[in-house]
């Protein structure tokens, strides 16, 4: 059975820590986050005791209560979108392609070093044999920081965005968009804080005013695209710059 959503979501509304949860039940936190991920399921002593933590009917733990709503019962979930970041995930939606001013910075920085340790090969032409040694060798180490600079940035931003298993869960309405990381609170979106969206090959990127940018995975999102144009008709045509490189 898909149980893990429900146990996630219960636990959100209760707002207990993975941690506490595994405590209470005497387990590891990796075996509650393997559950609310479906890598795993809970045995039936543990599905009891998570009934009996969240305070709630093992039916409706495990999904069988048809009385249970969404949290929002005056409107009707569109799409549903979950997911939990791996390491292909991270790349492929976030270094595919340029995404951020702060890719564009290191990108700069990369050039800058390859333009300086040009300019000093150059100047070696100009002077003496020993000041062209230092200007040689601050040349080549000018041009193995900048070759470094942009896989070890990513190598990094993976390794910190998979230390932990975060679990992404985006819920589309026909007024507002209800975004939650595992590690921190639900936000209310609005449509109209929309700047624009970009369909790219594995994913769609909404980009919000308030500095967020949700990924949507192209597999769980049929006729998203439509949907989203529909409702940020006057600035889909906004796209960055580097969209057209």
Known sequence: MDYGNRIY????????????????????????????????????????????LFNVSLDKLVGLDKSVETSNTSEKILYTISYQDDQKSVYRREYNYISSSKDLMYCFISLFLLIFALALFLSVLKVNLEVARVLLIIGFVSILISELITPLRIYLNIKKKTRINIRYKIDLYDTNIK???????????????????????????????????????????????????????????????????
């Open 9 to 52: 979501e219960l636990r959100k509304e209760k707002d207990l820590s993975q941690e506490k949860v595994a405590l209470v039940l005497e387990v590891s936190r990796q075996s509650i986050s393997l559950w609310e991920t479906n890598q795993a399921s809970p045995s039936m002593d543990n599905l009891i005791a998570l009934a009996k």
């Open 179 to 245: 975004y939650t990381k595992s590690n921190s609170n639900k936000e209310e979106i609005d449509y109209k804080l929309i700047d624009y969206f970009v369909e790219h090959r594995d994913y769609i990127l909404i980009y919000v005013m308030k500095g967020i940018t949700l990924y949507i995975p192209k597999k769980d999102s049929e006729g998203l695209t439509d949907f989203l144009s529909s409702k940020v008709e006057e600035r889909n045509r906004k796209k960055p710059f580097w969209y057209n490189i």
